[in-house]
């Protein structure tokens, strides 16, 4: 069992460093006076270090400013499905079963490690139905999340797209104009898109307090959540090339990199 174990776990990780990274990384920066702390600026008087200076957070588009006629003349395209999160989550399951320290004197396994392991096989299987069924479809002035219905959920066998149910949070469509997007991200990194995120203005203000987004510190917009299930890649480059606006987050390896 263990060495089939060991086995699974190379084939997830390749899985994961074989993940599209083919991706253009943004050109956008985020205006940091890095300057300030070179240049001898002001120091803290509680730790005596340089203050850095923020001197702008503004989102910005990537690739500029997108023409309406250039975004209305592209073709609609229907983001790929991607398995790896499932994968992880499920080799997750019998790592966690196997490996969780057993507390009982006879050593039988730990009910909390196959409690644990259980979840993660429950949770892969729904990501699994998510994965296979639901799709994210970019068009001209919006992109939009639709369910497969049909023949065995596939599109060359009769499937359809349907449009999903309303949004759990906000009680509107699943759909989003680009126009109205004025952040987006992928969390842990792009490379290992566990959860993607974006921020939009179209829902009504006295909505962007609720669930979630009673978190947001900022304000200025609705933030929804969904799961790494597609391309990251391929929806990344969609938001870029429709001039959806995307705020740089500062890492200590870019502020720590001279200008």
Avoid at 26 to 45: I, R
Avoid at 78 to 91: E, F, G, K, Q
Wanted: glycine fraction near 6%; charged fraction near 20%.
């Amino acid at each position: 069992m263990k060495i089939l174990l060991l086995l699974w776990i190379p084939t997830v990780a390749t899985a994961f460093a074989l993940s599209p990274s083919k991706q253009q990384r943004c050109s956008t920066t985020l205006n940091v006076g890095l300057s300030h702390w070179q240049d001898g600026g002001s120091n803290d008087d509680w730790s005596d270090k340089p203050i850095p200076k923020y001197e702008s957070t503004a989102t910005r588009s990537s690739l500029g400013p997108v023409p309406a006629v250039q975004r209305w003349m592209k073709e609609d395209v229907m983001i790929d499905p991607s398995y790896t999160l499932t994968m992880a989550v499920a080799a997750l399951g019998p790592l966690i079963m196997w490996y969780h320290p057993s507390y009982a004197l006879d050593g039988s396994p730990s009910m909390i490690g196959i409690m644990g392991g259980c979840f993660h096989l429950l949770f892969a299987a729904l990501l699994w139905v998510q994965t296979r069924r639901v799709r994210c479809v970019f068009e001209r002035d919006a992109f939009e999340f639709y369910n497969i219905k049909g023949h065995k959920l596939d599109l060359d066998k009769g499937a359809r797209l349907e449009t999903k149910p309303s949004n759990y949070v906000t009680g509107s469509s699943n759909r989003w104009r680009y126009d109205s997007i004025i952040h987006y991200g992928f969390f842990p990194s792009e490379r290992f898109p566990v959860i993607c995120y974006f921020k939009e203005t179209d829902t009504p203000e006295e909505q962007w307090n609720r669930w979630f987004a009673a978190f947001d510190s900022y304000g200025r917009g609705q933030p929804h959540f969904f799961p790494g299930i597609c391309d990251v890649a391929q929806f990344k480059h969609e938001m870029e090339s429709r001039g959806v606006k995307r705020k740089e987050i500062p890492t200590f390896k870019k502020l720590a990199s001279p200008k």
